[in-house]
């Protein structure tokens, strides 16, 4: 028997341990401390085996402050902790590209739900995002056309919490998501988030942003099978 077999025989002995037969709740639970004895288990080790990550490409390698508020807005709703990470890779051609991308964790299906919803959310809140931008004034410079999107995607985000917020779930447990993190992927650095928006008159961009937001789809479908359920 293997580690994870192991680890799947007790949890199937951990719930039968809740038996309302005494008889056979107790031979259940003998068991299973049997076997978490013969492998060298704790409780968390079980518990930590419920804990599942999904990664996601992020929309550019910059920390754009738009897509970290929609990507911690999905993580609190379907009860997630999320990080990201940068890489990268070398072409046929010799250049080298860099890649950013977010890992959901959480508790059995939590972070594939939460990974497809941020997929359909990125994606909408981007091409929204261009739609914006596509309309400024052409003698408009390239870094105030930037700010003036990401101040209309800040604005996108606030305006669709409404809706990813009614697909909320019990948050999970937060120091067994971060101990599987810590044990998966070691100490995180703290990140810091790129704002083009800053010192710059965007407030009319924002609000255009919070009324397109508001618009955002997210089927109720995507607690189900996600791929059926995703709109993009």
Not at 85 to 108: E, K, M, P, Q
Not at 163 to 174: M, N, Y
Not at 179 to 204: C, N, P, Q, S, W
Request: charged share 25%; hydrophobic share 45%; aromatic share 6%.
């Amino acid at each position: 028997m293997t580690r994870d077999e192991a680890l799947k025989k007790i949890k199937k002995c951990l719930a039968l341990a809740r038996s309302a037969n005494e008889h056979e709740a107790g031979a259940a639970l003998r068991q299973a401390q049997k076997l978490m004895e013969q492998f060298g288990l704790r409780e968390q080790d079980v518990s930590l085996a419920d804990v599942r990550e999904v990664k996601v490409k992020a929309c550019s390698t910059a920390a754009n402050t738009w897509e970290l508020r929609l990507v911690g807005l999905v993580a609190r709703a379907f009860g997630c902790e999320v990080f990201a990470s940068l890489g990268g890779h070398y072409t046929d051609a010799g250049n080298y590209v860099r890649t950013r991308h977010w890992f959901f964790v959480g508790i059995d299906a939590a972070a594939t739900v939460a990974g497809y919803a941020c997929e359909v959310l990125l994606r909408q809140c981007a091409r929204a995002r261009l739609a914006h931008i596509a309309k400024q004034p052409k003698n408009c410079k390239p870094v105030t056309k930037t700010a003036r999107g990401d101040g209309f995607a800040i604005g996108w985000v606030a305006g669709a919490a409404e809706k990813v917020e009614a697909f909320a779930s019990p948050a999970g447990d937060k120091a067994l998501l971060l101990a599987y993190i810590k044990r998966e992927h070691g100490e995180l650095e703290k990140g810091k988030a790129r704002d083009t928006t800053a010192g710059r008159k965007v407030a009319g961009h924002l609000m255009a942003g919070f009324r397109s937001g508001q618009d955002a789809q997210l089927n109720r479908g995507v607690c189900g099978m996600p791929a059926q359920g995703l709109l993009s």
